[in-house]
């Protein structure tokens, strides 16, 4: 197939464009590059030995996008793009609904005019919310607390509304745990910029001497050492995933909803441990107050993917850090290294 993927230069963007190609799809990436760097997709293109076509197109203008649709022959949509700070968009509501409701409206609108309507899109577990159930699954009720939580629950909405109208479209909703690690190659990973937001490539860059220490974010939850729990997957068992939920949705019409997860929680001094190992230092850090708004506890039940996909995560732990860590230390400054 020819899919077109958006924000394909970013992170979880850019292992799924390589798996693709892997698998013998030709690819076309759309990304205004607002967080990422072109040097992703060529070295994706090294790897592979073939490249995917890339447009530099903001989803937010139509008319581009609609030019793009008519000058390449798509099969299939994979939607990254979007803004993904939660805290920026505590402070900018209205630029984070902008860019990722707005953007994905007009990403849907020329997808109907160009008869494109076979789409997988990246939600996220924090569509639940504070939900304390564990494990998460599909059908809890949606409650996310944060404006960027609340872009993923309206774009989930408004494809299930899209869906339900019109039978022609294929739809898959993933819901992504806590994506870590980097392709086992080293040479594509994260690379955020400023200070990141989550616990891998905070670690990541103290361990690499960037930054002086980890503050943990609360010892006082009620888990077994103290510390949050979370279901970290590797972003290469995520890009496989992705691949699964194309080739079902190419046959199955409606709207679907998998959560991609391992099912498995560790809590931040598990991962302290392992990247530690992975270093072969220990990585300096100190107790510090809860972050508002944290859950003590967030895994996935992932059986829906395993019944419907045959997919799940198999990556460990360790697998995770060791390749974040081989990605960190050969890309100390990331793609400007
Ligand atoms: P990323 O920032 O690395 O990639 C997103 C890409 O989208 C970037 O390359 C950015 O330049 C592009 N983009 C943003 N707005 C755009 C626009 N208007 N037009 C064109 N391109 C635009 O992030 P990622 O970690 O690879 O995440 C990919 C998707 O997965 C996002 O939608 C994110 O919300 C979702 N997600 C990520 C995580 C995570 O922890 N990384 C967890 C759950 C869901
Ligand atoms: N943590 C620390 N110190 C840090 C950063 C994080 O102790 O410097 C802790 C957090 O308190 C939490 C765990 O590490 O217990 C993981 O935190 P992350 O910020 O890496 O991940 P979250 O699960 O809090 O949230 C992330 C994204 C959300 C997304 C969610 C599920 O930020 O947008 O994963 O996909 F919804």
Same mark, same amino acid.
């Given at each position: 197939m020819r899919i077109l993927v958006t924000g394909g230069s970013g992170y979880i963007g850019s292992h799924t464009v390589l798996a693709l190609l892997e698998a013998g799809h030709d690819v076309v990436v759309i990304d205004n590059l607002a967080n990422s760097n072109q040097e992703s997709l060529r070295r994706v293109g090294e790897i592979a030995g073939r490249s995917a076509e890339f447009l530099q197109v903001d989803l937010l203008d139509e008319t581009a996008l609609d030019n793009a649709f008519s000058s390449q022959n798509v099969d299939a949509v994979i939607h990254f793009a979007g803004l993904k700070a939660v805290g920026e968009s505590v402070e900018k509501p209205l630029y984070y609904y902008h860019n990722n409701v707005g953007g994905t409206l007009n990403l849907l609108r020329c997808m109907e005019r160009h008869d494109v309507r076979t789409l997988v899109f990246s939600s996220? @577990?924090?569509?639940?919310? @504070?939900?304390?159930? +564990? $494990?998460? +699954?599909?059908k809890l009720p949606l409650d996310a607390v944060n404006p960027y939580g609340r872009t993923k629950e309206q774009i989930e909405d408004i494809l299930s509304d899209v869906g339900a109208a019109d039978e022609r479209w294929n739809i898959a909703l993933l819901r992504y745990f806590n994506p870590v690690g980097a392709h086992e190659s080293g040479r594509i990973g994260e690379d955020p910029t /400023?200070?990141?937001?989550?616990l891998l490539p905070f670690v990541a860059q103290v361990a690499v001497g960037r930054r002086e220490k980890v503050m943990?974010? /609360?010892?006082?939850? $009620?888990?077994p050492d103290g510390t949050g729990i979370r279901d970290y997957i590797h972003v290469v068992d995520l890009a496989a995933g992705h691949l699964a939920a194309l080739d079902y949705v190419h046959s199955h019409s409606g709207v679907h909803r998998w959560n991609l997860g391992t099912g498995k929680g560790s809590s931040v001094l598990e991962v302290l441990a392992a990247f530690s190992a992975a270093a072969g230092h220990e990585v300096p850090y100190e107790f510090g107050p809860r972050r508002p708004g944290d859950a003590a506890v967030s895994y996935a039940d992932p059986s829906a993917a395993l019944a419907d996909l045959g997919w799940s995560a198999h990556k460990t732990l360790q697998q995770m850090c060791d390749d974040h860590w081989r990605w960190q230390k050969e890309n100390p400054l990331g793609y400007s290294s």
């Open positions: 996220s @577990a924090t569509v639940y919310g @504070a939900s304390e159930e +564990v $494990p998460l +699954v599909e /400023g200070t990141p937001n989550n943990v974010f /609360g010892n006082d939850y $009620p888990t």
